[in-house]
């Protein structure tokens, strides 16, 4: 079945009832594999790395920097950490993290210029300027505009938006949700929410667009759209795609519906998001059965797999927050974090990462995961951050 998956794929796109839009052009260091260049030859590993004298201008510069770090700092930059309470300057430069995820408690009791000199704080202290990231999604999850003295009132969602105004109004507020966060140094939104959902009662349903995989596609691709004018980082969310299940931040998961629902519904709008040129994918803690029935997407090569070749991307694979019980609570910390390397991430999302990033530094030493694995991921941060504009 497996080998007929791209085949299905193409087909279902095809006809799929999402609205043919051209493919943004993109610069090499984010185009999503569907070159008509020769692939890139495989190193002993099965890691694909371009060849030295194929190199862009920005894999060049990517390349430079990568050659100049250590074991422990090319490791470093695998890591989105929650950004700590105390210290936050001095744990940055201590770990070489690739990134801080900021939340509600951040912001709270802070003023503009206090956030903001926060953050500048901790980007005077990295080596590798970071990624600074929130979940701004509008509607029931909003890390800044639910406090007055960042917004006079919380961004709506994005079913409250389309209803009022359609697909103009939610490029006017994704753009004012991106100069807020860039007045105050954030570089990348955890958004757009790419989830089908159409249940009431299922728990993404509030944070989804509710409506069908073709409108849902065009949502995603408004938003990717003007984030990437405007130079904030976008996340497509939840890969594969959440549907109804229930919350894994609180225990496993179990996705049972058939392959062919995700390649005619599900995966719809993660392609249209990529071929607008998105940054990163963010992949679930859901057992997806039809994809993989033993293990949490996260950890799964296998979702990683149809991720890379059959939706062409080439850009960051994220995890979901590692220190959801999902992942925890079965896996443990250090060995959760080296499970996610090895299943294809390339940015983890977590709390611990005073134990995290030794436990990836040990399994690099042991042989376990290989050097070569840590530098393709190294390098696909590296290229989001100069596309970005976060390294000069």
């Given amino acids: 079945m497996k080998k007929l998956l791209p085949l299905l794929l193409a087909l279902l796109l095809a006809l799929g009832g999402c609205a043919a839009v051209g493919r943004v052009e993109l610069p090499d260091n984010e185009d999503s594999g569907t070159s008509d260049q020769p692939a890139p030859p495989e190193d002993n590993n ?23 770090m250590t074991v422990e ?50 980007q005077q202290s990295a080596a590798v300027p970071m990624l600074i990231a929130v979940d701004e999604e509008g509607g029931t999850v909003n890390r800044i505009s639910r406090y007055s003295q ?30 807020l966060l860039s007045s105050l140094g954030i570089n990348v939104n955890m958004a757009p929410v790419c989830d089908i959902t159409t249940d009431p009662n299922g728990f993404m349903y509030k944070r989804s667009f509710g409506v069908s995989a073709e409108m849902t596609s065009r949502y995603v691709l408004n938003v990717v759209s003007v984030m990437k004018a405007e130079k904030m980082g976008s ?34 709008p993660f392609k249209e998001g990529i071929n607008a040129g998105c940054g990163a994918v ?24 149809v991720l890379r070749e059959e939706l062409g991307f080439d850009g960051v694979a994220v995890t979901d927050d590692l220190y959801m019980d999902a992942i925890r609570d079965q896996y443990g910390v250090g ?10 991430n390339d940015l983890l999302c977590c709390t611990e990462y005073d134990q995290q990033v030794p436990a990836v530094i040990e399994a690099v030493g042991q042989g376990r995961i290989t050097e070569e694995r840590i530098n393709e991921s190294v390098m696909r941060v590296l290229m989001w951050k100069i596309s970005l504009g976060i390294i000069e």
Avoid at 46 to 68: F, H, V, Y
Avoid at 284 to 305: F, G
Avoid at 335 to 344: C, D, K
């Fill in 46 to 68: 099965g890691d694909t790395l371009p060849p030295e004298d194929t190199l862009s201008p920005e894999q060049e510069k990517a390349k430079t920097i990568l050659d100049g």
């Fill in 73 to 122: 700092q090319k490791v470093g930059q695998l890591f989105l950490a929650r950004c700590p309470k105390a210290s936050a300057p001095e744990e940055a430069a201590k770990y070489a993290l690739g990134g801080y995820i900021l939340f509600g408690r951040d912001f709270e009791n802070k003023t503009r210029d206090q956030a903001a000199a926060d953050i500048a704080a901790c």
């Fill in 150 to 179: 960042f917004r006079s009132i919380p961004f709506r969602s994005p079913s409250q938006l389309y209803a009022e105004g359609g697909f103009d109004l939610i490029q006017t507020d994704t753009a004012e949700k991106c100069r």
């Fill in 235 to 268: 996340v497509l969310k939840h890969f594969p795609g959440y549907g109804d299940c229930g919350d894994s931040h609180t225990g496993v998961t179990r996705d049972t519906r058939p392959i062919e629902t995700f390649y005619s519904s599900d995966l719809l």
């Fill in 282 to 305: 963010l992949v679930c803690h859901n057992i997806v059965e039809a994809m993989d029935d033993q293990n949490p997407a996260s950890l799964s090569p296998e979702v990683h797999r």
């Fill in 335 to 344: 060995e959760a974090a080296v499970l996610a390397v090895l299943a294809g």
